[in-house]
């Protein structure tokens, strides 16, 4: 989608949770959802970044999720200022979610990824180290 209806799609659902969430308590806690590399390295270029969005505690994908922070920067190499940007792609397998990112250097990069959960309180707040190779 693009970042009109990629908008429009996190503010319809941000009131969803204004509404429903101080009427109904959380089924489970944000804490049991986490993001997993499913591939740790990337070549270095326009690279295509796929993470796997879990409930922990059953290991089940979790789709439907609202990714509405993300920052690549090479972190783990000393290099906090060099980041780049990101962009969601449509995935097409439930639970895993996309991103395009120039991958301008080889080496360490952190993603930083902040997400909303369906029918969840909280954010899910995940760091993830992905490997540049020439
Ligand atoms: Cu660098």
């Given at each position: 989608?693009?970042?009109?209806?990629?908008?429009?799609?996190l503010q319809?659902?941000?009131?969803?949770?204004?509404?429903?969430?101080?009427?109904?308590?959380?089924?489970?806690?944000?804490?049991?959802y986490?993001?997993?590399?499913?591939?740790?390295?990337?070549?270095k270029?326009?690279?295509?970044?796929?993470?796997?969005l879990?409930?922990?505690?059953?290991g089940?994908?979790?789709?439907?999720?609202?990714?509405?922070?993300?920052?690549?920067?090479?972190?783990?190499?000393?290099?906090q200022?060099?980041?780049?940007?990101?962009?969601?792609?449509?995935?097409?397998?439930p639970?895993?979610?996309?991103?395009?990112?120039?991958?301008?250097?080889?080496?360490g990069?952190?993603?930083?990824?902040g997400?909303?959960?369906?029918?969840?309180?909280?954010?899910?707040?995940?760091?993830?180290?992905?490997?540049?190779?020439?």
């Amino acid at each position: 989608m693009n970042s009109y209806t990629y908008a429009r799609t996190l503010q319809a659902f941000l009131i969803g949770i204004a509404v429903t969430g101080s009427a109904t308590l959380a089924r489970a806690d944000i804490k049991d959802y986490g993001f997993q590399l499913v591939d740790k390295t990337v070549k270095k270029g326009d690279a295509i970044i796929s993470v796997r969005l879990v409930h922990k505690p059953d290991g089940k994908p979790v789709p439907d999720a609202v990714i509405f922070a993300t920052r690549l920067d090479m972190a783990p190499d000393g290099m906090q200022e060099m980041a780049t940007k990101t962009a969601p792609m449509p995935s097409t397998e439930p639970g895993v979610y996309k991103f395009k990112a120039a991958v301008t250097m080889e080496g360490g990069w952190q993603l930083s990824l902040g997400a909303k959960v369906q029918g969840e309180a909280g954010t899910v707040e995940n760091k993830l180290v992905i490997k540049a190779t020439p």
